[in-house]
């Protein structure tokens, strides 16, 4: 499946943003969609997950109460609104694409086939 992220941008802290990802190519309903993060030197971090088969959500420790995941079916998009937002949460967003759907799967890169080409975030102090 193709992904393509959008959304991203340049917010205070405290503020808000709404990433998009379109997906096509693929039944996107078969798909687990999940994002990612990656800051400046560091790896790539689990941020959100939805999975397809229970609907269930799971999400970042740190990011828990401020973010949310959701996924539009008729349209082929996933978001992940980001509220509250810190300037620890500046990275480039990615969106992805899994057939899993276990928290431990969505949780870890190699489970998932289709990535996006990432949205910049950035958090002013």
């Known amino acids: 499946v193709q992904l393509q992220a959008s959304g991203g941008g340049l917010v205070q802290a405290g503020g808000s943003l709404r990433l998009s990802c379109a997906a096509s190519?693929?039944?996107?309903?078969?798909?687990?969609m999940g994002w990612f993060r990656q800051a400046p030197g560091l790896g790539r971090e689990f941020v959100a997950a939805?999975?397809?088969?229970?609907?269930?959500?799971y999400y970042l420790d740190a990011v828990k109460g401020r973010f949310t995941i959701s996924r539009d079916h008729d349209r082929n998009e996933v978001y992940l609104q980001m509220n509250s937002l810190k300037p620890e949460d500046t990275a480039v967003y990615y969106c992805?694409?899994?057939?899993?759907?276990?928290?431990?799967?969505?949780?870890?890169?190699?489970?998932?086939?289709?990535w996006g080409q990432g949205t910049q975030v950035t958090v002013s102090s």
């Open positions: 939805a999975s397809y088969r229970t609907s269930s959500t």
């Open positions: 190519g693929r039944p996107f309903r078969i798909y687990s």
């Open positions: 992805a694409a899994s057939p899993y759907c276990s928290y431990s799967d969505l949780t870890s890169t190699i489970k998932y086939d289709d």
